[in-house]
């Protein structure tokens, strides 16, 4: 029996969203084994999931460009197999260094996975079929989110921390083949000029602000954050008179939309780093081996897995702006219980407090979504829906820069060690105090957004 397109187009779907958010996740649960591999501190760890997420912002908003012109099947194919190579590449790295090249190639694959996918499913399937076909999506996501802390612990307490990166290389040729069966290409914008000074610029800043954060508190890292702002506000200034755009900023002109985006900015930015502090908090400080680790970090996606298709629902039947800041309101409690993390915090305490942030989470994303794709006409939701991955992928990266900006300050360049305790608690409970002041500002963004449009 023949298996149609569309079925092809699901089990690609499936594969890369799983995949995605997985090796984002799980390779947290690894960073202490890498540390001790490879003698790594604390700020050279953080940089492993930072780059990715660094490449991937950099990255997502002129590969969904080019795509477009030149075409979105050919470049999710790419996108896949880059992915796939780098991730064999990764299980091969003889230094941390080596490491994060290929974490760079990775969030390359992942741009070109991520600005593509959506569009595809969109193109393929029609109007009755649509909403289907992105909830099936989106439930591989959330098994990527849940299956990485888990099996990522599992892996690397048993088979080493390589075997993560390994364990996508099969499953990467499956995708690979899958899309081959995927007939049609989809070439919108045709024939129109690709903005690459545009594409230099808005790479250039994001580069330049995240290093600078990184450094901090020497006076460059200033200087760089700041010219980083500044290419940040140029970049918008050339763009709003360009005729085909890498980025069309026009959009930012609706107060809705902006208010919405800036929401999942704040919202991602105190997502991200939160993996990677508890998983080195539990390895470190209270001594757990990855696959333990895993489960309890693990306990969050599964809030969010469950409560989420409810949070979309009542987004449906109440204003979603109200939910999302109900949402944010809850994670802001969540940061807050966990920002008195001690050495003789209690497992379950901390286990609350993820349950608190995955029930924010799942309050938040959807009806985040919801609304923001409500203040926009049905003609810009391309360009809206590239401007809000972009947003939440610029958010991961900036929590991770504040996360790294604060170890630096209070552990400089020390490996963490059971002297180096204390530093790093007080790293932990001023991240988790920023955390949950962005979450309340958050909140206050997704209440004052506008309604939909009717």
């Known amino acids: ?253 609706n107060r809705s939309f902006t208010m919405y985006n800036l929401a999942a900015f704040i919202s991602f930015c105190s997502a991200a780093p939160i993996v990677f502090i508890l998983s080195l908090y539990l390895q470190y400080v209270k001594g757990l081996n990855p696959q333990w680790a895993g489960i309890i970090i693990a306990v969050q996606p599964v809030v969010m897995t469950i409560f989420s298709p409810l949070a979309g629902k009542l987004s449906d039947i109440t204003e979603p702006r109200k939910v999302a800041a109900f949402g944010m309101i809850i994670n802001t409690i969540g940061c807050t219980l966990l920002a008195f993390l001690g050495q003789e915090t209690s497992i379950i305490l901390i286990i609350i407090g993820l349950c608190l942030l995955g029930l924010g989470f799942a309050h938040f994303s959807s009806p985040n979504t919801n609304a923001l794709m409500g203040t926009v006409e049905p003609r810009l939701y391309g360009v809206a829906s590239t401007t809000l991955s972009t947003m939440r992928v610029l958010g991961q990266m900036s929590g991770m820069g504040i996360v790294l900006m604060v170890l630096v300050l209070f552990m400089g360049s020390s490996i963490i060690s059971k002297q180096d305790y204390p530093e790093f608690l007080t790293s932990t409970r001023i991240s988790f105090v920023l955390f949950a002041i962005l979450s309340l500002l958050g909140a206050v963004a997704s209440l004052v957004g506008g309604d939909k449009i009717e």
């Open 1 to 253: 029996m023949s298996i149609s397109p569309k079925k092809y187009t699901l089990m690609v779907a499936i594969l890369t969203s799983f995949l995605t958010p997985f090796v984002a996740t799980s390779i947290n649960i690894a960073l202490p084994s890498i540390g001790n591999e490879f003698t790594a501190n604390a700020i050279v760890l953080g940089w492993i999931p930072t780059v990715y997420l660094l490449s991937l912002a950099v990255c997502l908003v002129p590969i969904g460009r080019i795509a477009d012109i030149y075409g979105r099947k050919r470049f999710f194919t790419y996108g896949i197999i880059l992915f796939t190579i780098s991730s064999l590449l990764a299980t091969l790295s003889f230094s941390v260094n080596m490491l994060i090249v290929f974490r760079v190639l990775q969030g390359l694959g992942c741009a070109m996975i991520f600005g593509n996918l959506f569009a595809i499913i969109v193109s393929i399937f029609p109007a009755s079929d649509r909403g289907k076909a992105l909830g099936i999506t989106l439930t591989g996501s959330f098994m990527g989110m849940f299956m990485g802390p888990v099996l990522g612990g599992f892996l690397t307490e048993y088979l080493g921390w390589r075997s993560i990166f390994f364990f996508n290389v099969p499953l990467g040729v499956l995708a690979t083949i899958a899309v081959t069966r995927i007939k049609g290409e989809w070439t919108e914008a045709s024939g129109e000029k690709f903005d690459i000074r545009g594409a230099l610029l808005y790479g250039f800043a994001l580069v330049t602000l995240m290093y600078g954060l990184s450094i901090l508190p020497e006076m460059w890292g200033l200087y760089l954050i700041l010219s980083g702002i500044l290419f940040l506000v140029l970049f918008y200034i050339i763009e709003s008179r360009m005729e085909s755009p890498v980025l069309d900023v026009k959009i930012f002109s």
